[in-house]
Every structure is written in structure tokens, then in C-alpha cells.
């Protein structure tokens, strides 16, 4: 009978291993959470917050202001991926435009992919017969950005055994647009330790 | 299974008649001992060594009947092939998806398999432990280390067909790590092993040359030199694989790029073998023709059924590749244009699955004979006390049942692990055409492949399978 006991337990035991059930928890957006050691929402958004802090605490605002008279206009241009993970490059854009509109000290324009679909709008309202004539956007009428801010994101990884370091490097750069003058340099680092057990249960 | 009979006064036959044996002994002690046998059984055993529905798949695949085949997987509830074989789905998932031209689903279906390869690096030890009690199939399947390789291979190029070069470059430094931890597990010169890919190093290097950036084509340069010290190294060792002209003629470029110390050692190395500069490349339209070659060849069972301790019989069964034929075919690839000028290239053979897969079986041999004849020992060994025990307890009779069930245990339960990625190419040939920008027609021999548009500095791939 304790034998048969123990059998049934051990068999019980690996039923409940190989039960799956769903668990679903609401968290707080801003909680960091790490599961696989790659790039995630968290260290988008972090790196995001300190290239923008930087960027609009740095002098070129203030020398814009002054010449200018006026907020600088910048766009977000290209950002290449070039670690050996696929990162999703547009939430890490987004998380910039974000910081850059939030930080009150820039003026943000519209990208070259977001514009066709705008001008097209343009375009639609001023066709004659479709749109109330006062509510019409003039074609024209762009804001022209003053600064582009282009990027990448950089990895080197060290690997061994189920353990590994991984570097990510943020290269951010601030470029007027009217004299391909670079303004402002930034750089943010990110690093992991991540270890892969060889054996569970 | 038990089984019951109604028998008359007249028919009662002695104690040692089967059925009246049967019918005595159906009490409860014995009831539960067979429950528990199935019931581990069960446990242990999770699925069948090679799912049912790879094998439909695959005789699709061989038929060159790919929209088929992709029916039958869109029909496929995820999870089809069982617990155990998650990699194995996501990967014929990937390469039918991928020979079938549906790239986007194909890249989703090989990042699934990426992960759960990546998942597999932790194994169960209660699953190990089945497995001794079991066979193989109690395993996970792990995958092999060039096929780990070769969802790099794919995937690149699953991304350069949708022109996404930046994402096919992610693939490109991918592989440069999967191929690292490969290697890191050999000593340096070691000979006979899969240490390094030199057709997947020759893809990244053609795939970073894409960009046309400074830093990108040192790293194609880099790619380049491995690729060739790999064709030169291992794969004419142990595959018979030579460079092809494609890799040579693309070094050279590189290398007269890089400055002339770079060109003299390899035109030197290459014996002056001609070469278009890279500068003349980018002024014209190259399409890469890839060209996949039947089915990589399947696993069967080989058994040797032997007497083992106290009379039980015991069976050793281990994988081994089947003969099989790759019949020598020139691949001759024209691009016609629609003024009917013609450029012909002869396709040459970069890659052999079959070659590679069969070495790596060969790697392993002696640790997979070793299991199997391990583990019907242990079984043995488990089985006989089972029956020793069983027979102090029930006598002679429930002795000699246990005996025989013990034995059917022992050959049902010895099966070799078939698993494999089946949907692969037997072999990968690859040639590359520079075309003057305009419209083309693409024919491998008779039949029409693509029909491609191009325009000056464009980088295309042409992939396209044939039965052989």
C-alpha cells in the first residue's frame, strides 16, 4: 500500500509538471521585468528618458534660443539596429518623440514616413467639393525641422557555458539641418549578466 | 489488457490452462500492477519518435507540392507535433512557409524556433530520467548544431526576399555567435566535427556587403576569409565541398578594397582568378540564385535483438542515415532580357546537408550505443527485480506473466531517436549573375524561376527548389 502510495504521488508530481494553466497579473507599466536577457520595453523606455534628458540639457538649446529666437524643431531620422537581436526599433522611437514632446523644449515635427500619409490628407481636403472650405489645411504650411536626431544601437556580447555579458551601446547624434553640423553626441550604456541554468527539475 | 471467458464445468482444464490462469488471477493487487506499468508507460513516453504529420509533410515537400503542404499546416493546430517536438514543428513550419515564398510567416515561424532552441539549453531531469526508462522520444528534440545554424541561413534570407537588409544583417550577426558557441565546444583542429559553417559565413558576408557601408564590408571582408578557410579547412575534408567561384571572385573584391596586400595574398592564394571591383559591382544589379536540391536524407532504425540476463530479451535500436543518391546535375541559370540578351551562369554546389548531417551522426556514434545499450541493461536489471518480486509474492504463475510482460516492455520500449529537421535540402547550390539595371527572366534550364526588376547597386536572391 506505501508503495502504491509513493508511485501515485510521483505520478501526480509529474502530471502537475506537465499541467499548464494560464496566470494572468496586471502589473504596472513603468516594472521592470526580465526574462530572457534580451532588449525589452524597459530598456527602451529607460534609454529613451536619458539620451532625451541629456540632449535638451546640453547648450545647443540654448544657443538655438538665442540666435534663433525661438524653440528648436527637431525630427527623429533613422536609427539602425546593428546588435544580432530584432529589436522593435518603432517602440523605441516612439519612447524618444515621447521624452523629446514631454521635455516642453523642443518643438517635434512629423517623420518622412508619417508625412506622406499626412500630405495626402492635404492633398484630399483641398479637392474641391469634399471639405468645408473654412476647415481646409493650406499645402505649404510645414513646419521645416531645424535638427535631426539619428541613431543606433550597438551590442557586443560575451558568451560561455550558459553564461553570458551583453553591452548595449546607444549612439545618438543631433544634426542641423541646414549646415550637417552635429550639435550634440550622446552615448548610453546598457549591460546584462544573464545565466542559463543547465538543469531543472 | 485483460481479458475474460466464460468457460463451461467441461471445458475446465488444468490450473496451468491459460484462460482459467487469466480469470484467477484478475484480483486487485494484480489489476494495479498493470495500471501502474501503463501509467508509467504513458508518462515516459509523451509521443511517437518521428510525429505522424512530419511524415505527411514531408512526402508533400519531396513532391515539390508546397501550397499543399502549407494547407496542411495552416489546418495544424499549433502543437501538433507534441510536447516534445515544439522545435522540430517550428522548424518545417519555417521551411515549408519559406520554400513556399511566405517569407513573413516563415521569419515568424523561425523566431519561434530560435526561442525554444534557446529554451532547450535547460534540460528536465525528470524527462532525462524518463528517458531510461523509456527511449529518446521522452526527450525534447534539441536540435542539431547546424541546424541551429541553418535557421540563421534561412532566416537571412527569408528577410533579404522582402528587401528588409537591415533585419537580414541581425541574422548575419546572429550566427557569428551561434557559430562561436559551437566552436568553443571543440578543441582548435579537431577533426570531423561541425566547428564552424563556411556556407553560412559566405551568406553573412554577402549579406553585410549589402549595405554598402565602411563598417559593413569590413565585417563582409571578415565573413569572407572565414568562408574561404572553411571550404578550404573542414569542408573539403570532410564534406568534399570546394569554395565556389561566387566566394573567390567576392574575397578578391573585398580584398582590392581593403588595399594591396589583401589583393596580393589572395590573388596569390586563388591563383589569379578574375574578379569584378567592387566598385564596378555597385554600378551594375547582382541577383544571388540559391538553389535548393530534393530532401536531406531521413533517419531509420537499425536493431539487434539480443538474450539478455535471465532469459529476457532485450533490443538495442540506434538511428543511422539511409543510403541515399544525389545524382551530379549541372544547374545552368540564364537571365534573359526582354531585348532577349541572354547571361548564363553553371550553379554550383556550397552546401551539403547530407554530408553534414551524416558526419554529425557519425560524431556521435559512440555516445548514442553507449545509451542504447545502457539503458535496456538498466531495464534489465529493474525488470528482473520487478519479476523476482512479483514472484515471491504471487508464485510461479504471476512469475512467468510478469516474465513475458517484462519482455514485451523491453522490446516495445527500445526505439531509436528518428527525429530530425526532414524538410531540409539535400544539398544548397548558389551562383551569382551582374546584370546591367533593367527587367530579366530567370529560367534554370527550361523552367522559368523569377522575374525581377533591377535597378544599378541592387543586391537580390533568387530562391528556388527543385526535386533535383
Known amino acids: 500500500m506505501k508503495n502504491f502510495m509513493v508511485v501515485c504521488f510521483i505520478g501526480v508530481c509529474v502530471f502537475a509538471v506537465g499541467c499548464a494553466s494560464t496566470k494572468v497579473e496586471r502589473i504596472d507599466v513603468d516594472k521592470t521585468v ?96 469634399y471639405t468645408a472650405p473654412e476647415t481646409v489645411k493650406a499645402i505649404g504650411q510645414e513646419i521645416g525641422a531645424d535638427f535631426m536626431l539619428i541613431g543606433s544601437v550597438n551590442s557586443i556580447k560575451d558568451e560561455a557555458s550558459g553564461r553570458y555579458v551583453i553591452l548595449y551601446q546607444v549612439n545618438t547624434e543631433l544634426i542641423d539641418l541646414r549646415t550637417n553640423e552635429k550639435v550634440w553626441f550622446g552615448q548610453n550604456h546598457l549591460k546584462k549578466v544573464v545565466t542559463k541554468t543547465k538543469y531543472s527539475l | 489488457m485483460i481479458q475474460t471467458a466464460r468457460i463451461s464445468a467441461e471445458d475446465k482444464a488444468p490450473v496451468e490452462h491459460g484462460l482459467f490462469l487469466i480469470m484467477s488471477m484478475i484480483s486487485w493487487r494484480f489489476f494495479r500492477t498493470i495500471v501502474i506499468c501503463i501509467f508509467l508507460c504513458a508518462v515516459c513516453s509523451s509521443c511517437a519518435s518521428v510525429p505522424a504529420v512530419q511524415r505527411r509533410l514531408r512526402r508533400l515537400a519531396a513532391a515539390g507540392d508546397f501550397d499543399r503542404a502549407v494547407e496542411v499546416l495552416a489546418r495544424l493546430p499549433e502543437g501538433s507535433y507534441g510536447k516534445n517536438n515544439q522545435l522540430l514543428e517550428a522548424l518545417d513550419r519555417g521551411m515549408i512557409l519559406h520554400y513556399a515564398g511566405w517569407y513573413r510567416e516563415s521569419i515568424a515561424a523561425f523566431e519561434t524556433a530560435k526561442r525554444v532552441y534557446d529554451e532547450l539549453y535547460t534540460r528536465s531531469l525528470s524527462k532525462i530520467a524518463a528517458s531510461w526508462l523509456w527511449n529518446d522520444a521522452a526527450l525534447p528534440y534539441p536540435g542539431e548544431d547546424f541546424e541551429r545554424a541553418m535557421i540563421n541561413a534561412f532566416q537571412a534570407l527569408n528577410f533579404a526576399a522582402i528587401q528588409d ?82 566566394l573567390l571572385e567576392n574575397c578578391l573584391s573585398l580584398a582590392g578594397w581593403m588595399g594591396r596586400r589583401d589583393l596580393d595574398f589572395y590573388q596569390r592564394q586563388f591563383l589569379d582568378k578574375t574578379y569584378v571591383s567592387l566598385a564596378e559591382r555597385a554600378s551594375r544589379a547582382e541577383i544571388y540564385i540559391i538553389y535548393y536540391h530534393g530532401q536531406i536524407v531521413n533517419k531509420v532504425q537499425g536493431t539487434i535483438v539480443l538474450p539478455g540476463m535471465d532469459g529476457l530479451l532485450t533490443r538495442i535500436s540506434f ?41 554529425n551522426l557519425e560524431n556521435r556514434r559512440l555516445r548514442i550505443l553507449a545509451k542504447a545499450v545502457a539503458r535496456p541493461l538498466t531495464k534489465q536489471i529493474l525488470a528482473g527485480a520487478a519479476e523476482d518480486v512479483v514472484r515471491d509474492k504471487k508464485g510461479q504463475t504471476v512469475g512467468d506473466l510478469t516474465y513475458y510482460a517484462a519482455n514485451v516492455y523491453l522490446l516495445y520500449s527500445e526505439e531509436a531517436d528518428l527525429r530530425a529537421w526532414e524538410t531540409l535540402p539535400s544539398v544548397i547550390s548558389i551562383g551569382r549573375l551582374i546584370l546591367e539595371p533593367g527587367a530579366y527572366d530567370f529560367f534554370a534550364g527550361k523552367e522559368k524561376i523569377a522575374s525581377l526588376a533591377v535597378s544599378e547597386g541592387d543586391k537580390k536572391f533568387i530562391m528556388h527548389w527543385a526535386a533535383y
Not at chain 1, 60 to 74: A, D, L, M, S, Y
Not at chain 2, 230 to 245: C, I, K, R, V
Not at chain 2, 344 to 350: F, N, R, S, W
Open chain 2, 165 to 246: 537588409y537591415n533585419e537580414a544583417l541581425v541574422e548575419a550577426r546572429n550566427v557569428q555567435s551561434v557559430l562561436q558557441r559551437i566552436n568553443d565546444r571543440y578543441q582548435a583542429g579537431q577533426k570531423n566535427v561541425y566547428q564552424d559553417d563556411a556556407f553560412v559565413r559566405m551568406l553573412t558576408g554577402i549579406l553585410y556587403e549589402s549595405t554598402g557601408q565602411r563598417l559593413d564590408l569590413n565585417d563582409a571582408f571578415v565573413s569572407y576569409k572565414k568562408a574561404v578557410a572553411g571550404y578550404e579547412g573542414h569542408f573539403q575534408d570532410d564534406y568534399s565541398l570546394n569554395a565556389p567561384d561566387v
Open chain 2, 319 to 359: 538511428p543511422k542515415y539511409r543510403k541515399a543518391f544525389q545524382p551530379e546535375r549541372e544547374i545552368h541559370v540564364r537571365a534573359v532580357s526582354p531585348e532577349g540578351q541572354e547571361k548564363e551562369i553553371i550553379l554550383q554546389k556550397a552546401q551539403d546537408l547530407d554530408a553534414i548531417a551524416r558526419q
Open chain 1, 34 to 129: 526580465d526574462y530572457s536577457g534580451r532588449w525589452n520595453d524597459s530598456d527602451s523606455r529607460m534609454t529613451a528618458k536619458d539620451v532625451i534628458t541629456d540632449c535638451v540639457g546640453r547648450f545647443w538649446i540654448k544657443n538655438f534660443r538665442e540666435q534663433e529666437g525661438r524653440k528648436p524643431v527637431v525630427i527623429v531620422g533613422d536609427f539602425k539596429n546593428r546588435t544580432e537581436e530584432h529589436l522593435n526599433m518603432d517602440v523605441f522611437l516612439k519612447d524618444l518623440e515621447r521624452a523629446l514632446i514631454n521635455s516642453g523644449e523642443v518643438k517635434f515635427v512629423a517623420s518622412a514616413d508619417e508625412r506622406g500619409g499626412l500630405r495626402q490628407e492635404r492633398v484630399d481636403q483641398n479637392t474641391e467639393g
